[in-house]
């Protein structure tokens, strides 16, 4: 991580790792698709009978570079007609100006990065000090729009996140009579320094990466490229270009593995800068001699003082499911004034379904004793689960011998919300069950309803 930031910060004042400015074999990627970038930077030429496409530049200093990789593949920079970007950061545009007016290209940009790039830097968030030429933008693009030329059509996908402009470029390729859809990622990184919460210079920047990681996964990919050849191993998959048939730039996987490996990234980040900006504590044991699952989460809003408390049970049919299963709920009951507690019980088939009840008793008694000490009142509370944890809820809030085990009794919850309580029938889901089987002739489960509940599971 250390060295990811220093590199960031020399990049900022226009220098990097030395393979961002160190020369590569420019190559064939795929049909009328080259590398023409450093041993990083990458810049792809796109060829078509009435002239070519680049995108990106690199910095000022590369673009010698990038000259001739293009004219050691036999092309001339006179016929580049369109230059293009990933994102507005100075190791894909600082070149942009320098290339504009050696190949005479119209420059087309994603709205969110024309303003920066036409200014020659201003306006970058983070960045805020990185200044280049600046350079004409003469289309200003938005999601979705194409980009045409000799039969090739480049469609212009808004990704926004890293940059508030980021552009991921698709097209279809035809190679030995096959299509392909290329995929050229623009950047789904969350660079060290970025603030995915509270962030007055860019204050959707958290959605806007969320937004781009879904149109991400949604993109069919058969060549998978982006903005620095590192992301889809650009120098290894190269090598592999003379060590027999088939294309290596074809990795459908691949790239499916790095968008989720990047969202991950991003989800593990905001998540730890979201529990920076408010009270929450993990993991906390609610039994003695606590077994692995008998723990709880609580998110307390900052200076929490006997505020009401939710306390969640997730779902997952008694055997699967974990408290982490919250997405935005902790965050919006925080600004509705609330304490919010989730908790995890042991799962089927490794307790019975008594065990699991009682674990959320015991769950609720931590809840009643400590929840002071987080800012909430444990004379209000709620409990509230969904699908198998509503069904627990409802256990919870009506049949008393539960709560009474744990020296407490149902006056304690002022509300409980049941969230899809198809569950609660136990005899009606284990006949339904089990009908089906026997119409059906299909095999019984062999951890079905009846095994799980018990015989004499009775509703609520």
């Known amino acids: 991580m250390l060295l990811t930031a220093l590199a960031l910060a020399a990049a900022a004042v226009g220098q990097g790792p030395a393979d961002w400015h160190e020369p590569f074999p420019a190559h ?35 673009v010698p570079l990038v000259q001739r990789s293009v004219e050691s593949l036999g092309f001339k920079m006179t016929d580049v007609k369109i230059l293009l970007a990933s994102h507005a950061h100075s190791d894909h545009v600082a070149g942009h100006a320098r290339l504009q007016k050696l190949t005479g290209a119209k420059v087309y940009v994603m709205r969110g990065d024309d303003e920066v790039i036409a200014s020659g830097g201003k306006g970058q968030y983070l960045y805020a000090a990185d200044r280049w030429d600046p350079c004409k933008v003469d289309r200003v693009l938005k999601d979705r729009d194409e980009v045409k030329l000799g039969g090739v059509t480049l469609v212009a996908r808004l990704t926004p996140g890293h940059t508030r402009g980021c552009t991921t470029w698709t097209w279809k390729v035809e190679d030995g009579g096959k299509k392909y859809d290329v995929v050229v990622i623009g950047s789904p990184n969350v660079n060290p320094g970025f603030r995915l919460v509270n962030n007055k210079d860019y204050p959707e920047i958290a959605d806007d990466f969320a937004k781009t990681f879904e149109i991400l996964k949604g993109l ?13 191993g ?32 991003f989800r593990k980040t905001l998540a730890a800068q979201q ?21 709880l989460d609580v ?31 902790p965050q919006a009951f925080m600004d509705k004034g609330f304490v919010f507690v989730s908790t995890n019980y042991r799962l089927l088939p490794s307790v019975d379904m008594a065990t699991i009840v009682r674990d959320v008793a015991k769950s609720v008694r931590w809840v009643h004793d400590h929840i002071a000490d987080y800012g909430g ?12 944890g509503a069904q627990l809820a409802a256990l919870i809030c009506t049949d008393d011998r539960y709560l009474k085990a744990e020296g407490l009794s149902l006056a304690i919850t002022k509300g409980c919300v049941p969230v899809d309580g198809d569950t609660y029938d136990v005899p009606a889901i284990i006949e339904t069950a089990e009908t089906r089987w026997r119409v059906h002739g299909l095999p019984k489960a062999k951890f079905g309803h009846r095994e799980k509940l018990g015989v004499t599971a009775r509703p609520l």
């Not at 069919?220 to 490229?225: A, E, G, Y």
């Not at 998959?237 to 490996?261: I, Q, S, T």
């Not at 997952?316 to 408290?323: S, Y």
């Not at 009142?377 to 198998?388: C, F, N, T």
Request: some cysteine; hydrophobic content about 35%.
């Open 28 to 62: 064939k990627v795929i049909g009328n698709v080259y590398y023409v970038g450093s041993k990083d930077l990458a810049t792809y030429l796109i060829t078509t009978p009435e002239g070519h496409i680049l995108i990106n530049s690199g910095f000022d200093r590369t």
């Open 220 to 232: 069919p990919c058969d060549v998978f490229l982006g903005a620095h050849g590192g992301y889809y």
């Open 299 to 329: 998110f307390s809003p900052k200076n929490a003082k006997n505020l009401p408390v939710v306390f969640w049970i997730h779902g997952g049919a008694w055997q699967t499911g974990d408290k982490t299963d919250v997405q935005i709920k």
């Open 377 to 388: 009142d444990p004379k209000r509370l709620v409990i509230m689960g969904h699908s198998a």
């Open 275 to 295: 529990d920076e900006a408010r009270d929450v504590k993990r993991n906390i044991p609610y039994a003695d001699k606590a077994d692995e699952r008998q723990v």
């Open 234 to 265: 650009m120098v290894e998959r190269h090598a592999l270009l003379k060590k027999g048939p088939g294309n290596p730039f074809v990795n459908p996987e691949g790239y499916r593995e790095y968008v989720a490996l990047k969202e991950r990234a």
